[in-house]
């Protein structure tokens, strides 16, 4: 594997990470909707002079792919509209290890259910230590609906969900169309839909106010995150097998927890430290038999 490309994808999944602390940072200050509609937008701007530099076709084939972006939008607009109200009152630390953690194990777990997979000995272990791990995560011996709101962890368990879902529907535009292409068009239905329900909002145009911080930090959720992250890692999938490059992404709880505690002095919980551990645990056994099967590279 070249350096330079590992350094570039390591750096990819660093970006992710930091995304949670950065997200917190803006997370209360306009309503969420209208968070989420300049973010969207922003990065909807911003995949344009991609697609034109790397020559990928704007164009939707079938009406299938029509409909797969439409839903898509929807999707990542709920999964956005989570990642916000989340940190609004919860941890970026603890929330970036939980989502990031449970998402291929709850992806997974929705295959099997969805497709009738059979699953192997080593794939039910490793189902049963993510739940636990997941249980750790969210420190289950405090549970109740004031801890879960409090916390932000309902809405990061519905990130967790909701991504595994838009998982599932990227995964199915893979044959017709790049997926530059499918994320252009999911940040253009995004947009559209959170436009119609924030524009009269008295805070739409006053983000024009926020000062450098707002806008500084909008910048690196689009334009560091989301267009040069999001885009190493499809292009490290094409070139490495989604298996290999999704080991990669073991990186973004550890870089979420420390970034958080650098940034922003998140005070290191154990719980979440453990429950990670086993969630990380889970998904190497069950990702493990698939990837005795790639090609030697």
């Not at 535009?173 to 329900?197: C, D, H, N, Q, R």
């Not at 890692?233 to 094409?238: E, G, L, N, V």
């Amino acid at each position: 594997m070249n350096l330079k490309f590992l350094l570039l994808l390591i750096l990819a999944m660093v970006s992710w990470g930091i995304s949670w602390p950065i997200g917190k940072m803006i997370a209360g200050t306009v309503p969420v909707s209208v968070l989420v509609f300049w973010r969207f937008l922003a990065t909807f701007l911003s995949v344009i002079p991609l697609l034109v530099v790397m020559k990928i076709p704007f164009k939707l084939k079938t009406g299938k792919d029509y409909w797969n972006v439409l839903v898509g939008g929807i999707i990542y607009t709920f999964y956005n509209q989570f990642f916000f109200m989340g940190l609004k009152n919860g941890l970026p630390g603890a929330g970036g290890v939980l989502v990031t953690t449970l998402n291929p194990i709850v992806t997974f777990f929705i295959v099997v259910l969805v497709q009738k997979k059979r699953i192997s000995k080593r794939q039910v272990i490793g189902l049963f230590f993510g739940f636990i791990g997941g249980l750790v995560i969210l420190q289950v011996w405090k549970i109740s609906i004031d801890y879960l709101l409090l916390s932000g962890n309902l809405f990061f368990l519905l990130c967790s969900f909701v991504w595994a879902t838009l998982s599932l529907n990227s995964q199915s535009t893979g044959k017709s169309m790049s997926p530059v292409t499918y994320s252009f068009y999911v940040y253009a239905v995004g947009s559209i839909i959170e436009f119609l329900f924030c524009f009269n909002d008295p805070s739409f145009w006053k983000v024009w106010d926020e000062g450098f911080p707002f806008w500084a930090s909008i910048f690196y959720l689009t334009v560091i995150s989301t267009t040069f992250g999001t885009t190493v890692y499809f292009y490290a999938a094409t070139r490495l097998g989604s298996e290999i490059a999704s080991s990669f992404i073991f990186i973004v709880p550890l870089s979420a927890y420390l970034s958080s505690y650098l940034i922003l002095n998140e005070v290191i919980q154990i719980p979440v430290i453990i429950g990670g551990a086993l969630a990380i645990l889970a998904v190497y056994l069950i990702n493990s038999k698939q990837k005795r099967k790639e090609p030697n590279l």
